[in-house]
């Protein structure tokens, strides 16, 4: 059974630095295709994708945000983690994480974590 | 970066009648060396993380009810739900992976008319 877990702080002030964990279970990052991705939803408004790494450590990054965003594995602990530095209160969103397969489209992801800036 | 715009933004069916929901892509997203259209459709549920409906343009995922269809190539695309259920209002959303920088539609919100 595939599960993801965003987990982080809800509350962040504007300028500091978000760092945002995903867990997972049911497989294995280190597998061939395997990829977490994570993707951000601000209240009310589209899904906008910021960050992947892939089974082979690679990782890549949305364009208008690459110079504030770091995207890492461990794959002992099965976790990702997305750190998005000085943050806005436009950053106001819902995080997901969400597992790629295929190396393609996302099959599962978490629940979400609301991280709110502002002061 | 590729982009997707969705139309409508917003449509009201009634129950039993058919739900038509495009996609375009201001790029080709058909990868010709092995004929795939990169391109899949979630559906997102208030409250919920979005579920993946189609990949590959028309292939439904495990469990998702055979009222639900994709189709198109190329740089438009289409969801069908055929027989519109209380269960399917919801924003549906389109998603572009031809690019690794992934890139989603704006969201087509599905109400009862």
């Known amino acids: 059974q595939v599960t993801l877990r965003e987990s982080g702080p809800a509350l962040v002030k504007p300028t500091q630095t978000l760092t945002l964990t995903c867990t997972f279970s049911?497989?294995?990052?280190?597998?061939?295709?395997?990829?977490v991705s994570w993707i951000r939803q601000p209240p009310g408004k589209t899904l906008e994708w910021l960050a992947l790494?892939?089974?082979?450590?690679?990782?890549s990054y949305s364009t208008s945000l690459k110079t504030r965003l770091t995207i890492s594995k461990d794959t002992s602990k099965n976790q990702v983690v997305l750190t998005m530095t000085n943050m806005d209160p436009v950053d106001t969103a819902t995080y997901y994480c969400?597992?790629?397969?295929?190396?393609?489209?996302?099959?599962?992801w978490g629940q979400g974590a609301l991280v709110t800036v502002s002061s | 970066d590729i982009e997707m715009t969705q139309s409508p933004d917003s449509l009201a069916v009634s129950l039993g009648e058919r739900a038509t929901i495009n996609c375009r892509s201001n790029?080709?997203?058909?990868?010709?060396?092995?004929?795939?259209?990169?391109l899949a459709w979630y559906q997102q549920k208030p409250g919920q993380p979005p579920k993946l409906l189609i990949y590959?343009?028309?292939t439904r995922e495990f469990g998702v009810p055979d009222r639900f269809s994709g189709s198109g190539s190329g740089t438009d695309f289409t969801l069908t739900i055929s027989s519109l259920q209380a269960e399917d209002v919801a924003v549906y959303y389109c998603?572009?992976?031809?690019?690794?920088?992934?890139?989603f539609g704006q969201g087509t919100k599905v109400e009862i008319k």
């Open positions: 969400a597992r790629i397969r295929e190396g393609a489209f996302f099959d599962y």
């Open positions: 049911g497989f294995s990052l280190t597998t061939r295709g395997m990829c």
């Open positions: 790494i892939d089974w082979d450590g690679d990782e």
């Open positions: 790029h080709s997203v058909l990868f010709s060396p092995n004929n795939k259209n990169y």
């Open positions: 590959w343009a028309s």
């Open positions: 998603q572009q992976y031809y690019s690794t920088l992934r890139t």
